[in-house]
């Protein structure tokens, strides 16, 4: 079992910066695969970026060069810092951990386990 705390959500002017943290339970962390996703009101949970235990990422094309995942296994916490933020970043976004590597990174079906979501409101 792995629990996921996500924290560092809020209220930002448009071209703000937040990051977002995600800390993990458990001995494993660095053999992860994390993810974060986002849901805005009435819209599916969408894919916003993911690490490797390798730290390779990738991103969604609509965050990309704006947003930046990372990890530090000694803290067992995975980031998200976002830049140039828009109002059409506000979602709750959610951090994942997929603990067997198996399945498409961005689908939401391949993480196991899934924090409670932090608040993110882009508006002047």
């Known amino acids: 079992q792995v629990q996921l705390v996500e924290s560092g959500g809020g209220l930002v002017q448009p071209g703000g910066s937040l990051r977002l943290s995600c800390a993990a339970s458990?001995?494993?962390?660095?053999?992860?695969?994390m993810g974060w996703f986002r849901q805005a009101p009435g819209k599916e949970r969408e894919f916003v970026a993911r690490?490797?235990?390798?730290?390779?990422?990738d991103y969604a094309d609509s965050v990309k060069g704006r947003f930046t995942i990372s990890r530090d296994n000694a803290k067992n916490t995975v980031y998200l810092q976002m830049n140039s933020l828009e109002p059409e970043d506000t979602a709750v976004y959610y951090c994942?951990?997929?603990?067997?590597?198996?399945?498409?990174?961005?689908?939401?079906?391949?993480?196991?386990?899934w924090g409670q979501g932090t608040q993110v409101t882009v508006s002047s």
């Open positions: 690490i490797n235990p390798s730290e390779s990422t």
């Open positions: 458990g001995r494993m962390f660095s053999r992860y695969r």
């Open positions: 994942a951990a997929d603990v067997d590597l198996v399945g498409r990174y961005s689908s939401t079906s391949t993480y196991e386990y």
